[in-house]
Structures are given as C-alpha cells and as structure tokens.
C-alpha cells in the first residue's frame, strides 16, 4: 500500500496499516515520509527584494505583498513587520495583491506531482486570511480594528481569502490531494481574539474556504500554533480535515480525542511540555498515548517532526525516540 493510500485511510479513519508518518531523515538514513509538499514559484518581479543593510544594525526587505520587514543580521527568520502597506483603510481601495493566482507560478507542482505519486501530496497555501490580514495592517492595529472596524476587518479578509481559493483552484489542477495553510491563533493560553469575535468575523471566510477546497476534492489541513482549544470543535462542525499542532498538550489529548471523529492531527510529541525534557520514557510513553487516543478510531493520527529541534533546545534524538515508537506501535490489527 502506498503512503499516499494510507494517508487517504487515516483520513477517512478506515484501518490502514498503520499511523500516517511525516519524518525527514535522521542522521543520513531515511525515515518515512507519506507526504509532499509543494507550492508556488517565487515571485517573478522579486528582484530587490533580496536583504539589505538599513544602516541602524538590522536588514530589511520590502516581500511580494508590500511588507517591509526588519530582523538582525545573519537570522533566517522572517523578522518583523515595521512597515505595512496598508496604513489608512482608504489603502485598501488601490491595494494591489501579489501574483499568486498566476498559473504560471504553478507549473512546477504538477512536476511535483509526476515526481512523488506515492506520496500524499500537499500544495501549501501563501497567506490564508488571518496569518496575512494581520501583517498587511500589522498584528496590533489589526486586533484593534477587530474591535473597532470589524466591517472593514471583513472586506480586508474577504480579499485575501478569495486569493486563497484561486491558489487551490490552481492546486487542484495540479493534482494535489489536499492544501494546507497556517494560522497561527493562540497565545499560550488564549485566543487572540475571543470566541464571539472568531465566530462573527473568522468564521465565514473559513467556512467558504472549507467548502471550496471540498468542492475541488481536496482535503484541508491548518497548522496553529499556541491556545486554539476554544475553537476546535467549530472547526470539526465547519468541516476541517487535519489540525498540525505541534503542541498538542496545550489542549489535551483526551479533548482533542473527542473529536477524533471528525478530525485528523498530525503532531510531533508536545515541542514544549515533552520533548525539551530530554526523558526518553516521558517522550516515548506520550507517543504512545498519542498513538492510543488520537489514532483510535482506526485512524485519525499523523505522526510528525518538529522541524527545527535545535531552535527549542532539542536534540534531534529525542525526537527519533518518539518515531520508534510510531514506527513500531502505531498499527492496526
């Protein structure tokens, strides 16, 4: 069985083999990856958009969509936005949107396609509503102007979601079997917006961007990060296929298992509670536990990697203890 066949039963909770798995190689050996991932073409006008100096110790550069960010020198990080194109809402009337609804920067995902058919393929979303909405008025305004300009909040976030469709108009052509994209909605533990404001100003736009993928035969899958516990089950009744979470322990295992039903999470072992402890049998029996509630249902559960272990202090080991465990317990019968 191919992974992207047991990907598909996962999904549908349908006794594959086994429990999805997302693992780069460790060490130089291989690991197993059910998954691919592809997405645009850089922007082709992206001359001058390299780093340079600022003259005050940092670099900035201005990215497709008009945002000038600012970080210190040699980091890899986006850094932050010092600057947004949007500065009055009159900006919004002559705001031009980036290319990324132009077929020509997805010609290489159908490659993509050809080259892992195996493989689950992925094609990632640039700038869902709220992860890009938030930058093209920066994060503290925006908050604001959730409270104080919420119809404006909406026109903003309408625009940038009907981007977000067209890009999985162009995924779908290109074969992919699902799209992704990034919300980042909590804090350690909160919301950054209530519960009442999620439903009256986020919802909508998620809901249309669900039904839209759905109607093209993708799946949908959202990596947040932080507190999102309040708003899980409204994502299970909105349709979402799979929640990345790679701190899974911020709402419990036991409460995201409730919703096993409807939802799939592909998470790493919890990338602050667990894995920076460096315990070998707390890394190894939360794998466990993960395999047991969020993958019991006859699927359901993705077992994944933190990217950049190093970052939060992380040996890469500890994490292959966790993929021991998900290689060697995460079957069905």
Excluded at 18 to 44: C, M, V
Excluded at 142 to 152: F, H, I, R, S, V
Aim: charged letters at 25%.
């Amino acid at each position: 069985m191919t992974s992207r066949e047991i990907i598909r039963r996962v999904l549908e909770r349908d006794h594959p083999p086994r429990i999805g798995l997302a693992f780069d190689e460790f060490e130089g050996q291989p690991r197993i990856n059910d998954l691919a991932g592809t997405g645009p073409a850089p922007d082709p006008e992206a001359a001058g958009h390299d780093w340079q100096p600022d003259g005050a110790g940092g670099e900035v550069r201005r990215d497709e969509w008009g945002l000038l960010w600012r970080r210190l020198p040699g980091r890899t990080t986006q850094g932050e936005v010092i600057e947004p194109p949007l500065k009055t809402w009159a900006d919004l009337d002559t705001y031009r949107l980036p290319s990324l609804d132009d077929p020509a920067r997805y010609e290489k995902c159908a490659q993509v396609r050809e080259e892992h058919p195996d493989q689950y393929l992925l094609g990632h979303i640039v700038g869902c509503a709220f992860n890009m909405a938030r930058y093209l008025r920066r994060l503290e305004q925006y908050l604001l102007d959730c409270a104080a300009e919420p119809e404006q909040v909406k026109r903003l976030n309408r625009l940038v979601n009907d981007l977000a469709c067209r890009q999985i108009d162009l995924y779908a052509q290109a074969g992919a079997d699902g799209v992704m994209f990034c919300e980042d909605w909590g804090t350690e533990d909160r919301l950054l917006v209530s519960p009442r404001m999620w439903d009256e100003i986020f919802r909508p736009d998620f809901e249309r961007l669900l039904n839209h993928a759905h109607r093209q035969g993708l799946t949908v899958w959202m990596h947040s990060c932080g507190y999102i516990k309040d708003i899980i089950p409204r994502l299970a009744d909105l349709g979402m296929d799979v929640l990345q979470l790679d701190q899974p322990e911020l709402s419990g295992l036991e409460f995201l298992a409730a919703y096993g039903d409807r939802l799939t999470y592909w998470c790493p072992v919890d990338i602050q509670k667990v894995l920076p402890t460096g315990d070998r049998n707390l890394i190894q029996s939360r794998a466990r536990e993960m395999i047991r509630l969020l993958g019991g249902r006859g699927g359901g559960f993705i077992g994944g990697m933190y990217g950049d272990p190093q970052s939060i202090g992380v040996d890469p080991l500890w994490q292959h203890w966790a993929y021991e465990v998900f290689v060697a317990e995460g079957k069905y019968g």
